[in-house]
Every structure is written in C-alpha cells, then in structure tokens.
C-alpha cells in the first residue's frame, strides 16, 4: 500500500457551508450525537470529490472510511440536503425583474447516463438523445445575460425535445415574465414557444441565410449573439462540477443532481 497526500480543489468556504447544511440535516431529524461514522465535514469532502472529481463512490467511501453502502446513503443524503437549496424558477424570475436585467436565457443541455431502461410507443430508446447520440436526461435551464446560471429543471428522458421539455418545466412562467418586461432568449429548438420568448428564424429549407431579408439575418445575429454567454452555462457547469458529464445514478436522480450542483455554484464565489 502506498500512501500520498490530496488536495481538494474547491473553496474550503464551499465545503463548510454544506457540512453546516448537513448538520442542521441531522439536527431535523434527531440524529444522536456521535451515531454516524462519518462527521459533517468529512461527509462534505466525500460529496464534493464525487461531485468535482468524478470519482467512484466505492472509492470515495473507502477514502472516507465506510463502506459502498453507507457511502451512497451519505452522497444521496447530500444531494437532496443541496438539491433543496436550488433557486426556486418563480423567485429568480421575481429576482431578475427586481434586478433591472434585460433578458433570461433559456438553454437545456443533456446530463449522460449509463443506468437507463424503457422504451418509447414506437420502441426506441426513451433515454436515447438523437440530437446527442447518447443516453442521458434532457434538463433546461435559465442564464442571466452575463452567463450566470440561474435555475435547473427537473430531468426528463433523453429522447424528450428541448420545446416538449421547455413546456414542461418553464414556458408558462416565463411567459407571465415576458409579460413583466423580462423577455427569453432560446435557439430554434423553441420555434413556437410563444409570445415573449425570441429564436432565430430559420432559413428556407435548402437555402443558405442568405436567403433571409436583412432586417431578419440582423435579428439572427443579435439573437445570437446574447445568447454567446448563455450558451456556454452548461459547458462551465459541467467542468466545474464534472459529475454531471455522466451520472451513474439512478436516472431519476439526474434532475436532483443538477439542482444540488447548481447551489453548490452560487456559493463558489
């Protein structure tokens, strides 16, 4: 056996505020003192390695000192205790109004997954993203114009388009938004959506853009453009909490997993 030493790249200011979040936990449920192998703060560390490093939780846990069983029992405890910090959709649209911003930008990225059954009415894969030729759940998610997340759906099956899912989760509120004064921004994906949230018009079928008048290809380009910001979210989610690449999970734990790293990074700065 060899030993050496580790450093966790997160900020230490992170893991105290979830080993607080998990004591209170405890507090709530009674747990008595000294009853649980593991103390809040090595619980946090095991959680923020899985959820920054990626790592396999039969190694987390034995890295921590317990077993497989009792290492997924501790990482699911933390998940719900983060997962119900996440921003509420209605208060960060309320929060976003109050703060003057122009716009919101809806997005959704797909979270892989490798622990995935069912099949659709027509016998394809539910879980199977065509757009992203892999297994995984379709979340949506809202950014501020500067790129800052703001808000996770749930998780739906991969086989789910962004506009169905959109509709699901976060279309009828941001339409009471839009009608505040705080538009959407989407990509074509939500062509349709409704009053109030702007896509990029699409060019004629088998024809280049430029086939578009000019007053549409600038509407395009601006669309596009304050989308820039947006459109990388999920891409600085995903390396900043790398567990989101590919949840090993229960496919029904994709969307508490997403909402458990979306309060981690509020916190990160």
Known sequence: MVTYAATLDVPRHIVVHLSRLLAAHRRRLNTPRGSRVLGTFRQAVMVLRRFRERGCVHCLARDAGVSQAPGYRYLHEAIDVLAAQAPD???????CREEGMSHVILDGMLIESDRLTGTRDNGNDLWFSQKHKSFGGNVQFLAAPDG??????DAEPGSTPDSTAARLHVLPALYKAAADGLPTLADKGCIGAGIGVHVPVRRPKGKSEQALDADTRTTNTLIRDLRTLGERTAAELKERWRTLKRVTLSPSRIGDTARAA????CHWK
């Open 148 to 153: 800052t997340p703001l808000w996770v759906s």
């Open 89 to 95: 959709l209605h208060e960060v649209l309320n929060r």
């Open 262 to 265: 979306l309060a981690l990074d």
